[in-house]
């Protein structure tokens, strides 16, 4: 069993609707989570970052944790056309005093927005 | 500020010839990691650096890959030989605090 799940979809959606991506893992000593955004032929481009539980707005994105259940969700609000892409989660145990030691991710979930 | 700075962005070579991929990291960044992504997957690191120091290289198959990390900036991959399973894209990243920055990516195809 992966450390860290993500349905690899895909998932299409008509524009406007809201988008809800979500991951479960299985190392309580994850502590750091974030959102990667990856265009065709790109690299992954950090979306949203959150220490151990709660929720973060950016925008038109909420990231949520849920340490509890080992659950992790990104919502997109108002989804449009640009926000078509892979989207993967990311977590890590540890931060040294020189960065993040270790990013382990999901498989990322393919998502098509729909006009 | 420009980001991580990666190159060649593609590249196609024939099995068992050797390659190698460069990174220049986002300036200020003492920390540097490749990743490995296959498709469909995401991202596994291979090693990750602080400075010059080579601190997690667990992942790296070190029979045929290669890293180093010259004076704590720009750093090389190399595969020797390469083969046909190792078709990916070889990602550097850097990072200075608890966010990791991803360059575009190397794009190997072997054939």
């Known amino acids: 069993q992966k450390e860290v799940e993500q349905d690899p979809g895909p998932l299409s959606v008509p524009e406007g609707a809201i988008v809800s991506l979500n991951c479960t893992y299985s190392n309580s000593a994850f502590q750091y989570f974030m959102w990667y955004r990856q265009y065709s032929r790109k690299g992954p481009e950090l979306l949203m970052y959150?220490?151990?539980?709660g929720n973060k707005e950016d925008g038109r994105f909420t990231a949520q944790v849920d340490k509890s259940s080992k659950y992790i969700s990104l919502f997109i609000r108002d989804s449009q056309p640009s926000d078509s892409a892979t989207y993967l989660c990311?977590?890590?145990?540890?931060?040294?005093?020189?960065?993040?030691?270790?990013?382990?991710f999901g498989t990322g979930t393919r998502l098509t927005i729909i006009p | 500020e420009a980001g991580v700075v990666q190159s060649p962005r593609y590249k196609i070579i024939e099995k068992k010839q050797p390659v190698a991929f460069w990174c220049n990291p986002i300036?200020?960044?003492?920390?540097l990691y490749w990743y490995l992504q296959n498709l469909g997957q995401g991202p596994e690191l291979l090693i990750r650096?602080?400075?010059?120091?080579?601190?997690?290289d667990s992942q790296l198959p070190k029979d045929r890959f290669s890293a180093e990390r010259l004076k704590g900036v720009d750093s090389t991959l190399k595969i020797q030989p390469a083969e046909l399973g190792d078709s990916a894209v070889y990602l550097c990243?850097?990072?200075?605090?608890?966010?990791?920055?991803f360059g575009e990516g190397s794009w190997l195809t072997v054939v």
């Open positions: 959150t220490y151990s539980s």
């Open positions: 990311a977590m890590s145990a540890m931060v040294s005093n020189f960065g993040n030691e270790k990013l382990t």
């Open positions: 300036s200020g960044h003492n920390t």
């Open positions: 650096y602080e400075n010059e120091e080579a601190v997690d």
């Open positions: 990243a850097s990072s200075s605090g608890d966010t990791i920055y």
